[in-house]
């Protein structure tokens, strides 16, 4: 059986120390421990793993395990080897994550959305701790290149784009609200969201570049709220800023989770989603399907709706199986009061076959592209 090393590595600590000090920063990573072990106890899930050790640098937590496969949640298969897992004696995965801002909670964050980013280092017998150290010194970070320099100026500078794509009330098709999307710069090599995004995540900017989408969002799309509601996607680590949390709950608005989280970790958003209801903001579960983890997440989050996952809609035609599974999804969320919104529709015979479903709410190039705010604000 292969032996595997998990190297949970957070980065920026001398700035941190330097900005909050080393008393602050050594209490909070204190307050993390537990939080690390939670985290890699979901990652590892099943396999058998020796004790966390603790005479290592802060920061970084070091986990031996031996295990079949390097099968991992959802959200992170496909993520680790394009190999077989079983040719490799030794593999270390790193999840690295830059510090920034609160303690504690950012901290815990920030960890958790690394988890998402493991790199692999491959090592031709079982590594020790300097060997494991030194590989993280000088990996490159996530294969940044020159595209992080044009991140960081749209970040610090400006430059992102905010549009947004209608949702109707389904069926009769009228307007209620937008989606707020993010672009780069036209022409630009970030200009679509899946470059944009992916080079965050690549550079270790996630979170940084999600605030800034949101806040831009928030200003531009202002003048939309009297008239329509505009959802602003966030993932948990953007939830966790206490000024931009402030500045969304409040009506109109509708905060959109776009992660698969964990059960614990899902439950642990509900006292910063109240803060948001107690604002008047509404609150949606992003890409939500047929699977007993969805429904769950459902369950714990109470959103006010919920979007089926884009795939579920792209495949209602050729794959009539998964009908009877979404008629007893849609029907656990409705007994639960969570309404529904079907993202992704495009085609007429999508919309003939949703019309079997309880959905309440419906988006995509069917009803309208992704358009300048500008364009949406009604004629005076």
């Not at 209490?27 to 899930?45: F, K, M, Y």
């Not at 993932?235 to 800023?241: C, H, N, P, Q």
């Not at 970790?265 to 948001?276: V, Y």
Request: charged share 20%.
């Amino acid at each position: 059986m292969p032996v595997h090393c998990l190297v949970f590595h957070l980065a920026g600590m001398e700035a941190l120390e330097a900005s909050r000090g080393a008393a602050a920063v050594a209490g909070a990573l204190s307050e993390l421990d537990q939080g690390v072990a939670s985290i890699i106890g979901e990652v590892l899930s099943g396999s058998e793993r020796s004790p966390l050790p603790r005479d290592l640098p802060p920061g970084i937590w070091l986990i031996p395990y031996r295990s079949r496969t390097l099968d991992t949640p959802d959200n992170l298969n496909g993520r680790l080897l394009g190999g077989r897992p079983e040719n490799h004696h030794v593999a270390v995965l790193t999840a690295t994550t830059q510090l920034a801002g609160q303690l504690a909670r950012d901290i815990f964050g920030s960890a958790t959305a690394a988890l998402a980013r493991f790199r692999v280092h491959q090592f031709p017998g079982y590594p020790d701790l300097q060997q494991v150290l030194q590989t993280l010194e000088s990996a490159p970070r996530l294969g940044c290149t020159s595209a992080e320099a044009q991140l960081q100026t749209l970040l610090h500078q400006g430059g992102l784009r905010t549009l947004v794509q209608p949702i109707v009330r389904f069926p009769d098709g009228q307007l209620l609200g937008y989606e707020a999307l993010t672009r780069g710069p036209a022409g630009s090599a970030l200009e679509r969201a899946d470059q944009l995004f992916d080079t965050a995540a690549r550079c270790g900017l996630s979170r940084e570049l999600e605030i800034a989408c949101a806040w831009q969002a928030l200003k531009q799309g202002k003048a939309l709220l009297p008239h329509y509601w505009l959802t602003i996607n966030l993932s948990s680590a953007g939830l966790t800023d206490d000024a931009l949390r402030r500045a969304l709950g409040r009506p109109g608005i509708v905060v959109e989770i776009t992660e698969h989280l964990p059960l614990n970790h899902a439950r642990a958003l509900l006292p910063l989603l109240d803060e948001l209801r107690a604002g008047g903001a509404r609150v949606a579960l992003d890409d939500t399907g047929c699977g007993y983890a969805d429904l769950e997440a459902a369950k714990a989050l109470q959103p006010d709706f919920v979007k089926l996952c884009i795939t579920i809609i792209r495949s209602l035609g050729r794959n009539p199986a998964l009908l009877a599974d979404l008629a007893q999804s849609t029907a656990t969320l409705k007994g639960l009061g969570i309404e529904i919104l079907a993202e992704g529709v495009e085609r007429v015979n999508e919309v003939e076959i949703l019309r079997d479903f309880p959905v309440d709410y419906a988006q995509g190039w069917r009803y309208g592209r992704p358009q300048p705010i500008e364009t949406a604000l009604p004629v005076a």
